[in-house]
């Protein structure tokens, strides 16, 4: 099973969710070959319940993943802000991460996001795995936390971005954590639209479809994380690409329907 476990289903938090966008990020998605992400959304993003709304609506639910009719399995999940600075990723079954996501409404601004320890103890009262999300990306001091706060975590982000921009700085930084907390490292791509897929995958012995099995296999170390030799190039390019959409957007132009249409061309 060939997993991304740091994606997002928009090209930005505060731009409107578009079913046509997102179906086309799946779509891609399927073509880099993946099985399974986990679909860690912004918790303060615009139209949040939206998203899992139209998803549960397309999709067949077995145990705790939605599968597209195109046969990807999808782990819903959440990135959450923390006060401390840092993102705190959250997987589960999508009744907890919708109920979990209302529960923190009064903390999606900035200033007012919970602190660590609080939100660690909201995350306890929920059947979810939570990790940190490229823990060492500027300006997150999560590690810099009391041990005994960090030994909370359940695994944490060998991230894509961070691994182009400095793959030997973040291998070493993030392995060392990991075996002080004795937890493991799994890999995300942290893409928000299709050419970052498939840069870092996790790829497990085993299928998934419950956050238990999941979180089991981890534990076991029943995977490997694969590096694309072109992951360095394939971030560079979505980072223009995604910077070119929003300015589209920003002029009043439509991007979803420029980027579907030359993705349709491309493949016709």
Known sequence: MRLDFHT???????????TAYTDWLFGEARRAGLDALCLTEHFNTLQFDELYSYLSAIS???????????????????????????????????????????????????????????????????????GCGHPFRAPGHVPELPEEQLRRLGFLDLNGKDLALDRVRTEAQTYALARRLNIPVVSGSDTHQAVQYGCVTT??????????????????????????????????????????????????????????????????
């Open 8 to 18: 997002h289903g928009k090209l930005a938090k505060k731009l409107p969710f578009s």
């Open 60 to 130: 067949r639910r077995t145990e705790d993943v939605l599968e597209l009719p195109n046969g990807l399995r999808i782990f819903p999940g959440m990135e959450t802000d923390v006060a401390e600075g840092g993102h705190i990723l959250s997987i589960g079954p999508l009744e907890a991460i919708l109920e979990l996501n209302r529960r923190l409404e009064p903390y999606k601004e900035k200033g007012q996001f919970l602190p660590f320890a609080q939100l660690m103890h909201l995350f306890e009262e929920y059947p979810v795995l939570v």
């Open 203 to 268: 790829v497990f012995e085993r299928e998934c479809r419950s956050i238990s099995a999941l979180k089991a296999e981890m534990n076991a170390g029943r995977y490997e994380i694969v590096l694309s030799d072109t992951a360095a190039a394939q971030v560079r390019t979505a980072c223009l690409l995604k910077r070119s959409l929003k300015e589209i957007h920003a002029l009043g132009g439509d991007y979803v329907s420029i980027l579907t249409k030359e993705a349709a061309e491309c493949v016709s």
